[in-house]
């Protein structure tokens, strides 16, 4: 074999001293043909050549062993093994070596003619060459022992997960390397190709990785990946081998790119070994491509009539003699300790840690953001929201780690960049809590200093105010760029820097921040076909707006990050012609973790299926091109572990409490958490006041204002009707409005009169007079029996006072406010027909009358009926006016229908969930979080205890409370920036606030 051969077979990648074994095989192959010819002159025969060679024979063992130290080479009894095929035996030394430079392999000894000596023979492999077994049929068992010997060796030395395998075996159907089976669940081997078609499709996506290899990493500045290594730049791919146990029959096209793998894939980790059998001379032509010789190829020849002895290129003038073949306790230890330790690797992602930089807040958002969230095959993977990148799309099926990626966005965004320069809105559609970290809690006060909205089990309704919030800052931008005469925000921010400090404070910002720019904006939505889904007026909006954010967003420096576990089926999409290719094509950045074949398509593009082929939990592909195969790229993503936020967070606390004084927490929305009156803001700061009471019934699915009600104004009408069977609902939203209307009120200006017509609403009544009593507010309390009175003696003091022309006896001085509030009023409908008095007149007759003629005089009716007919049945034909406003709590949408003005009502039909609607305030009905009630605010009621307000010296987990920590106050419905922060649209003035009236 001459020297140039060698030097081709073997230059690809293996070591520079690796020459040195080189020049070993030259002087062993001269000295053997010194052996094979007559003795020279002079020479002492062949025992002593056999003596001359000894330091020779030394040299090429010691080098062998040096390239193949360790499991290259042990034999197959060695102590060595035994600590492999241990329980955690692989896993320590996978730990370190994490850069594992590839050698030899041994696979026999060479055998010296007439010394008695012989030298290993080590092959090399990875990063070397191919290497091709041809033996004839009789001694195929043979092959097939080395190929599963040296797969053995280099699964066992080689780092778990760093090889993969392709096995193609026509003849036995991978019973020859049957013992590698529990590697396929852990993705290193796949199922064993057995038909041509399924080889062709394997060659053309090696072919197609060495060729993104070549481009994406070698690039022309490198001839092979060891090369690139050596400079100092990381290596993340795999290496992949094609194991042939038989030659393929292929087509012209596919046989050339078998070829063509086989020449260029050894330089990008990819690499061939087949086993081939000799073409006999005398066979006939058959037109199909010859069995060898591969490209850099290292070729292993069955010789010899002993049947025993191989020949090998690297010394083909000496025999050899393979090793046998490893035990199948063996090859099963091994294969089952790797597929554990790679499983476990694949399923335990990288820390945050690695990927957070060393100072918060030093990143400049104008010209986009970055934030790395994993590591590919060039070490961080960066994802950017700019002009190139706006949007992003996530997908994944249920345990892929999208709500891992998620995480790991937010805490990586929110480390690079201060709250002057990004704003966040979280909103999660799924049951799941993952946000609720960024809100303060009762166990921890910790809030995410960047965040401003903050919804975990969110509603649909409360989605689209968000979005609508969003919509609405995007315009404000847009006014401001007019102005300032900017294109985009850089152009804005620049201008605003040359302004006077401040001058660009938008909505908190000031607040926030004590600085003047402009932040980005990223909303993050997780599940967000919800909101799309069905197709009613709430889905249409939310595409609406998604549409608007997504075609206008970059110039505004706002940016949308979506995810879900699918995206087929989407009625909101599906339904209006093209909008879903209106809003996804400006969505360049997309990431799809694994899913599947299908649901790749539609996430990525219709012919990229990238990630229908991964396997494990946080492996990830990250495309910015709208989803093109070309743009593919694999990472791992990292997760936000324990350690590392245990360190993060108070940080992230203590950077904020550095630069602003009076720090305001997100608002925060918990879909299933009830609506508390005692620590709602809107509540809290109420005062008396001359103006008109407000009457609150809850807390609105909205960004603003805090809580919702009705104005008891003199107007016509201006009454309460609480309708629906929900008792809970009903009852919270009775007690919150008497209460409310109580704090508006000075001492002795307000007489309610409570009546319990049921006798399951005695214990609510109860609850509330205490609660008035106890704030000096004077109440009467009845029962069924004293219905009748109570609604007769409220007609009369109508009557009286407006003989009196509305004032209280004296001339400018008003009746006090007066409350008929009746607890489940359709339950005394028998005691309000008797009759009232002397003629035909009954309680109904007067409870009309106070419904109709007391609001003028400072009368109110307060009721719950458990139906809108039965409301409507006591009010009687010509009185349904007479109820301006009312709440609806568990009634279908078409018995609304007519008491909303002929408008559809499509929510507040489940529990925790109401509808409002008041005539003279709102032109549509309202979703609202009704209040609770006082058993249910006092002893957590049939939720849980952490939707109490927080005790002494503690956060809230829900409801408003004021934190420990001395900021304004935050509520687990909806939250309110802190009235008296710069550019903050607080609540109305006292009197007035949360009104719908």
Same mark, same amino acid.
């Given at each position: 074999m001459?020297?140039? %051969?060698?030097a081709r077979?073997?230059?690809?990648?293996?070591?520079?001293?690796?020459?040195?074994?080189l020049?070993?095989?030259?002087r062993?192959?001269?000295?053997?043909?010194?052996?094979?010819?007559?003795?020279?002159?002079?020479a002492?025969?062949?025992?002593?050549?056999a003596?001359s060679?000894?330091?020779?024979?030394?040299e090429a063992?010691?080098?062998?062993?040096?390239? !193949?130290?360790?499991?290259a080479?042990?034999g197959?009894?060695?102590?060595?093994w035994?600590?492999v095929?241990?329980?955690a035996?692989?896993?320590?030394?996978?730990a370190?070596?994490?850069?594992?430079?590839?050698g030899?392999?041994?696979?026999?000894?060479v055998?010296?003619?007439?010394s008695?000596r012989?030298?290993?023979l080590?092959?090399?492999?990875?990063?070397?060459g191919?290497?091709?077994?041809?033996?004839p049929?009789?001694?195929?068992?043979e092959a097939?022992?080395l190929?599963?010997?040296l797969l053995?060796?280099?699964?066992?030395a080689?780092?778990?997960?760093?090889?993969?395998?392709?096995?193609?075996?026509?003849?036995?159907?991978?019973a020859?390397?049957a013992?590698?089976?529990?590697?396929?669940? #852990?993705?290193v081997i796949g199922?064993?190709?057995?038909a041509?078609?399924?080889?062709?499709?394997a060659?053309?996506?090696?072919?197609?990785?060495?060729?993104?290899?070549t481009?994406d990493?070698?690039g022309?500045s490198?001839?092979?990946?060891?090369e690139?290594e050596d400079?100092?730049l990381?290596?993340?791919?795999?290496?992949?081998?094609?194991?042939?146990?038989?030659?393929?029959s292929?087509?012209?096209?596919?046989?050339?790119?078998?070829?063509?793998?086989?020449?260029?894939?050894?330089?990008?980790?990819?690499?061939?070994?087949?086993?081939?059998e000799?073409?006999?001379?005398?066979?006939?032509?058959?037109?199909?491509?010859?069995?060898?010789p591969?490209?850099?190829e290292?070729?292993?020849?069955?010789?010899g009539?002993?049947?025993v002895?191989?020949?090998?290129?690297?010394?083909?003038?000496?025999?050899?003699?393979?090793?046998?073949?490893?035990?199948?306790?063996?090859?099963?230890?091994?294969?089952a300790?790797?597929?554990?330790?790679a499983?476990? #690797?694949a399923?335990?992602?990288?820390?945050?840690?690695a990927? /957070?930089?060393?100072?918060?807040?030093?990143?400049?958002?104008?010209?986009?953001?970055?934030?790395?969230?994993?590591f590919?095959?060039?070490?961080?993977?960066?994802?950017?929201?700019?002009?190139?990148?706006?949007h992003?799309?996530?997908?994944?099926?249920?345990?892929?780690?999208?709500?891992?990626?998620?995480?790991?966005?937010i805490?990586?965004?929110?480390?690079?960049?201060?709250?002057?320069?990004?704003r966040?809105?979280?909103?999660?559609?799924?049951?799941?809590?993952?946000?609720?970290?960024f809100?303060?809690?009762?166990?921890?006060?910790?809030?995410?200093?960047?965040?401003?909205?903050?919804?975990?089990?969110s509603?649909?309704?409360?989605?689209?105010a968000?979005l %609508?919030?969003?919509?609405a800052e995007?315009?404000?931008?847009?006014?401001?760029?007019r102005a300032?005469?900017?294109?985009?925000?850089? *152009?804005?921010?620049?201008?605003?820097?040359a302004?006077?400090?401040?001058?660009?404070?938008?909505? %908190?910002?000031?607040a926030r921040?004590?600085?003047?720019?402009?932040?980005?904006?990223?909303?993050?939505?997780?599940?967000f076909?919800?909101?799309?889904?069905?197709?009613?007026?709430?889905a249409?909006e939310?595409?609406?707006?998604?549409?608007?954010i997504?075609?206008?967003?970059? !110039?505004?420096g706002?940016h949308?990050?979506?995810?879900?576990?699918?995206?087929?089926?989407?009625?909101?999409l599906d339904a209006?012609?093209?909008k879903?290719g209106s809003?996804?094509g400006?969505f360049a950045l997309?990431?799809? /973790?694994?899913?599947?074949?299908?649901?790749?398509?539609?996430?990525?593009?219709?012919?990229n299926?990238?990630?229908?082929?991964?396997?494990?939990v946080g492996q990830?592909?990250?495309n910015?091109?709208?989803?093109?195969?070309?743009?593919?790229?694999?990472?791992?993503?990292?997760?936000?572990?324990?350690?590392?936020?245990?360190?993060?967070?108070?940080?992230?606390?203590?950077?904020l409490?550095?630069? @602003?004084?009076e720090?305001?927490?997100?608002?925060?929305?918990?879909?299933?958490?009830?609506? /508390?009156?005692d620590?709602?803001?809107?509540?809290t700061?109420?005062?008396?006041?001359g #103006?008109?009471p407000?009457?609150?019934?809850?807390?609105?699915?909205?960004?603003?204002?805090p809580?919702?009600?009705?104005?008891?104004?003199?107007q016509? *009408?201006?009454?309460?009707?609480?309708?629906g069977?929900l008792?809970?609902?009903?009852?919270?939203?009775?007690?919150?409005?008497?209460?409310?209307?109580?704090?508006q009120?000075?001492?002795g200006?307000?007489?309610?009169? /409570?009546?319990a017509?049921?006798?399951?609403e005695?214990?609510?009544?109860?609850?509330?007079?205490?609660a008035?009593?106890?704030a000096?507010?004077?109440v009467? @309390?009845s029962?069924?029996?004293?219905l009748?009175?109570?609604?007769?003696e409220?007609?009369?003091?109508? *009557?009286? %006072?407006e003989?009196?022309?509305?004032?209280?006896?004296a001339p400018?001085?008003?009746?006090?406010?007066?409350?008929?509030?009746?607890? #489940?009023a359709d339950a005394?409908?028998?005691a309000?027909?008797?009759?009232?008095?002397?003629?035909?007149?009954?309680?109904?007759?007067d409870?009309?009358q106070?419904?109709?003629?007391?609001p003028?005089?400072?009368?109110?009716?307060?009721?719950?009926?458990?139906?809108?007919s039965?409301?409507?049945?006591?009010?009687?034909?010509g009185?349904?006016?007479?109820?301006a406003?009312?709440?609806? !709590?568990g009634?279908?949408?078409?018995e609304?229908?007519?008491?909303a003005?002929?408008?559809t009502?499509?929510?507040?039909?489940?529990?925790?969930r109401?509808?409002?609607?008041?005539?003279?305030a709102?032109?549509?009905?309202?979703?609202?979080v009704?209040?609770?009630?006082?058993?249910?605010?006092?002893?957590?009621?049939?939720?849980?205890g952490?939707?109490?307000?927080?005790?002494?010296?503690g956060?809230? *987990?829900a409801?408003?409370?004021?934190?420990?920590?001395?900021g304004?106050?935050?509520r687990?419905?909806?939250?309110?920036?802190?009235?008296?922060?710069?550019g903050?649209?607080?609540?109305p003035?006292?009197g007035?606030?949360?009104?719908?009236?």
């Amino acid at each position: 074999m001459s020297g140039s %051969r060698r030097a081709r077979a073997l230059a690809t990648a293996v070591q520079s001293s690796l020459a040195g074994a080189l020049a070993v095989a030259d002087r062993l192959d001269a000295q053997a043909e010194r052996l094979a010819g007559p003795p020279g002159p002079g020479a002492g025969g062949h025992d002593g050549v056999a003596t001359s060679l000894a330091p020779a024979f030394d040299e090429a063992t010691e080098l062998v062993y040096g390239q !193949a130290p360790g499991l290259a080479s042990a034999g197959w009894g060695a102590p060595a093994w035994s600590a492999v095929t241990a329980p955690a035996g692989v896993s320590a030394g996978a730990a370190a070596r994490e850069r594992f430079r590839p050698g030899l392999w041994r696979v026999g000894r060479v055998l010296v003619p007439g010394s008695g000596r012989a030298v290993p023979l080590a092959l090399p492999l990875l990063d070397g060459g191919n290497l091709r077994v041809s033996a004839p049929r009789e001694r195929r068992a043979e092959a097939v022992d080395l190929v599963r010997g040296l797969l053995t060796r280099v699964l066992a030395a080689v780092p778990p997960g760093r090889v993969e395998l392709t096995v193609y075996d026509p003849f036995e159907l991978g019973a020859g390397l049957a013992g590698f089976a529990p590697l396929r669940a #852990a993705g290193v081997i796949g199922p064993t190709l057995t038909a041509r078609t399924a080889l062709e499709t394997a060659v053309t996506e090696l072919s197609g990785h060495v060729g993104r290899i070549t481009v994406d990493r070698l690039g022309g500045s490198f001839a092979n990946l060891r090369e690139r290594e050596d400079a100092g730049l990381p290596r993340s791919e795999p290496w992949r081998l094609l194991v042939l146990l038989a030659w393929p029959s292929l087509p012209d096209e596919s046989a050339r790119a078998l070829l063509g793998l086989a020449a260029q894939g050894p330089s990008c980790g990819v690499h061939v070994l087949a086993v081939t059998e000799p073409e006999s001379p005398d066979a006939a032509p058959t037109g199909r491509a010859p069995s060898g010789p591969l490209p850099n190829e290292v070729a292993l020849s069955a010789a010899g009539p002993d049947g025993v002895s191989w020949r090998c290129s690297l010394a083909p003038s000496m025999d050899a003699v393979l090793d046998g073949p490893p035990p199948a306790d063996l090859v099963a230890g091994v294969a089952a300790t790797v597929a554990a330790v790679a499983s476990a #690797a694949a399923a335990q992602a990288p820390g945050l840690g690695a990927l /957070l930089p060393d100072g918060l807040w030093e990143q400049d958002s104008a010209a986009g953001l970055s934030v790395p969230v994993g590591f590919g095959p060039d070490g961080p993977c960066l994802l950017g929201f700019d002009d190139d990148t706006v949007h992003a799309l996530v997908g994944g099926q249920a345990g892929a780690g999208k709500s891992t990626l998620l995480l790991t966005m937010i805490y990586g965004l929110a480390a690079r960049y201060g709250p002057d320069q990004l704003r966040l809105h979280l909103l999660d559609f799924k049951e799941g809590l993952e946000f609720a970290q960024f809100g303060p809690s009762e166990r921890d006060g910790f809030f995410l200093p960047h965040a401003e909205t903050v919804g975990m089990d969110s509603d649909r309704e409360f989605g689209v105010a968000v979005l %609508r919030h969003v919509r609405a800052e995007m315009s404000r931008r847009a006014v401001a760029m007019r102005a300032a005469g900017a294109r985009d925000l850089r *152009g804005l921010r620049a201008a605003v820097g040359a302004g006077p400090a401040g001058s660009g404070d938008g909505p %908190r910002e000031g607040a926030r921040s004590g600085r003047g720019a402009w932040p980005r904006i990223l909303v993050v939505v997780d599940e967000f076909q919800v909101m799309l889904t069905p197709l009613d007026p709430v889905a249409r909006e939310a595409v609406g707006h998604l549409e608007a954010i997504a075609r206008q967003g970059r !110039a505004y420096g706002i940016h949308l990050l979506l995810a879900s576990q699918t995206l087929s089926g989407i009625d909101a999409l599906d339904a209006t012609a093209g909008k879903r290719g209106s809003i996804f094509g400006q969505f360049a950045l997309r990431v799809a /973790l694994r899913t599947s074949i299908s649901e790749s398509r539609v996430l990525l593009s219709t012919n990229n299926e990238a990630a229908g082929a991964l396997s494990g939990v946080g492996q990830a592909v990250v495309n910015r091109r709208n989803g093109h195969p070309a743009g593919n790229e694999l990472i791992r993503v990292a997760r936000p572990d324990p350690e590392t936020l245990a360190t993060l967070r108070p940080r992230l606390a203590k950077a904020l409490a550095a630069t @602003v004084d009076e720090p305001s927490p997100p608002r925060v929305f918990v879909g299933h958490a009830p609506a /508390l009156l005692d620590t709602n803001p809107a509540f809290t700061e109420l005062r008396p006041a001359g #103006a008109d009471p407000v009457a609150f019934v809850g807390a609105p699915l909205d960004l603003a204002p805090p809580a919702v009600g009705v104005t008891l104004s003199a107007q016509p *009408g201006r009454n309460l009707a609480v309708l629906g069977p929900l008792r809970r609902e009903a009852v919270g939203v009775l007690q919150a409005a008497v209460r409310s209307v109580a704090a508006q009120c000075p001492p002795g200006g307000l007489r309610v009169d /409570l009546v319990a017509a049921g006798p399951a609403e005695r214990g609510a009544v109860d609850d509330l007079a205490a609660a008035l009593r106890a704030a000096g507010t004077a109440v009467t @309390v009845s029962g069924l029996t004293g219905l009748a009175g109570v609604v007769t003696e409220t007609a009369a003091e109508v *009557g009286r %006072r407006e003989e009196d022309g509305g004032h209280g006896g004296a001339p400018g001085t008003a009746f006090p406010l007066r409350l008929l509030v009746l607890f #489940a009023a359709d339950a005394g409908r028998a005691a309000l027909e008797a009759p009232s008095g002397s003629g035909r007149r009954t309680g109904l007759d007067d409870l009309r009358q106070a419904t109709r003629r007391g609001p003028a005089v400072r009368v109110h009716v307060l009721g719950w009926w458990r139906s809108p007919s039965r409301l409507l049945d006591d009010l009687g034909p010509g009185h349904r006016d007479d109820f301006a406003a009312w709440v609806a !709590a568990g009634v279908p949408g078409t018995e609304l229908f007519a008491l909303a003005g002929h408008r559809t009502v499509a929510a507040g039909t489940t529990t925790n969930r109401a509808v409002l609607f008041d005539r003279h305030a709102h032109g549509e009905p309202r979703t609202v979080v009704p209040f609770a009630p006082l058993d249910v605010a006092r002893d957590g009621g049939p939720l849980s205890g952490a939707h109490r307000p927080a005790s002494q010296g503690g956060t809230p *987990g829900a409801g408003w409370d004021e934190p420990a920590w001395g900021g304004p106050a935050r509520r687990a419905v909806t939250g309110w920036p802190a009235t008296g922060q710069p550019g903050a649209a607080g609540p109305p003035e006292p009197g007035r606030r949360g009104t719908s009236g």
